[in-house]
């Protein structure tokens, strides 16, 4: 398994039709069709909940019950007001970044089907003295869809409600790094499949239940993990989202710590992570010789860890994030040897569970 390559041009294709696909928060469900397709030929069964969180399932009759997550769901916009002269200002679903939007192209998503537009920007000859070094902020940023007033909007099934997505697509730059919008967290959902085709193709008989979960809502307040763990009621829980690479500019590692793409996956210390689940991944990596970092959070690991850890009176827990750049921008990135790493890591540790493992501290 160490020196086997993962990631072949079928599991790519996937992870490309994949991030291309929009999903924003809420509105996941077109992303969560495609992935069950895909997932289909190796798992037992599949369970959805009411709000579209989607779970593969290995054994389903096992009383022990393991998952590993990502979450499915990208951060968006929402059209809030249209202006008399045809205008559309906007809010944030989830935390998009309003520094970045001037002269992108969007999508908004109606009834009728995509409606593009641009977010305008003033011309820099227009912005004279204070003006000059205007910054975007989310009351001065507009969609512009070419129509000369509201009712023309209106008209095109443009509405206040309708979600906003970025068009850009999954570019590889370099040869081994993957670039896009959405990899915050869609390549979690490809990683946690991949464990499940991996099983599959091994011929792996696990002594547990499997539930291979994609999440929805993680991007504004982890709802959906939030719901799914009431529904699989699991012992474990191993999660993957990315975290920050911070050898680029303007980020400050005396706060945000030193992790990097191309090391390895980033095994996480926080109060939500259970010790000695932890430890069995930090193990497993150095047995496999599995290359690896570390990262320390304070309070809350601000993923889906906490709301499995936190739920049905305690589930051990534990994070292995994908190092990224750019996090939620247009141009994320991150590096394939780390996606093949934590696919690898995730796959090895699930190995070495064993079935009625409590992780209690007092055991």
Not at 197 to 207: A, G, T, V
Not at 224 to 242: C, H, L, S, W, Y
Not at 267 to 284: C, D, M, W
């Amino acid at each position: 398994m160490a020196d086997k390559k993962i990631i072949t041009k079928k599991s790519l294709d996937f992870f490309e039709k994949y991030l291309n696909n929009a999903a924003p928060t809420g509105y996941e469900l077109e992303g969560q069709k495609l992935w069950m397709d895909y997932l289909k030929p190796y798992v037992d069964t599949f369970i959805t909940d009411t709000y579209g969180t989607a779970v593969g399932v290995i054994n389903p009759d096992a009383k022990y019950k393991v998952v590993i997550e990502g979450h499915s769901d990208e951060i968006s916009w929402y059209v809030n007001y249209i202006t008399d002269n045809g205008l559309i200002y906007v809010i944030r679903n989830g935390g998009s970044d309003h520094q970045i939007a001037p002269s992108k192209w969007v999508n908004i998503h109606t009834k009728k089907g995509i409606v593009k537009g641009v977010f305008g920007w003033p011309a820099i000859h227009t912005r004279k003295g204070e003006k000059e070094e205007l910054a975007p902020k989310l009351d001065n940023i507009t969609i512009d869809i070419g129509a000369k007033d509201k009712a023309e909007v209106e008209k095109m099934g443009v509405h206040v409600g309708c979600v906003i997505t970025y068009p850009d697509t999954f570019q590889v730059l370099n040869k081994d790094k993957f670039v896009c919008r959405a990899i915050d967290n869609r390549a979690g959902g490809f990683m946690i499949a991949e464990v499940a085709r991996l099983l599959h193709e091994n011929k792996i008989k696990l002594p547990f239940g499997l539930y291979i979960t994609n999440s929805v809502q993680e991007e504004i307040g982890l709802r959906g993990a939030e719901m799914i763990t009431q529904t699989i009621k699991p012992n474990v829980a191993i999660i993957t989202d990315v975290c920050h690479d911070t050898t680029t500019p303007m980020i400050e590692k005396k706060t945000q710590g030193h992790t990097e793409i191309g090391a390895g996956p980033v095994i996480s210390y926080a109060p939500a992570v259970q010790n000695k689940l932890r430890e069995r991944i930090l193990e497993t990596a150095e047995e496999k010789k599995i290359p690896f970092q570390r990262m320390a959070a304070s309070r809350a690991t601000g993923t889906d860890t906490d709301a499995f850890a936190y739920s049905n009176g305690g589930v051990a827990s534990a994070l292995i994030s994908l190092p990224l750049r750019y996090m939620h921008t247009t141009v994320e990135m991150v590096h394939k040897d780390d996606v093949e790493n934590v696919i690898r890591l995730i796959y090895e540790t699930l190995l070495t569970i064993k079935e009625g493992e409590t992780f209690s501290y007092f055991d």
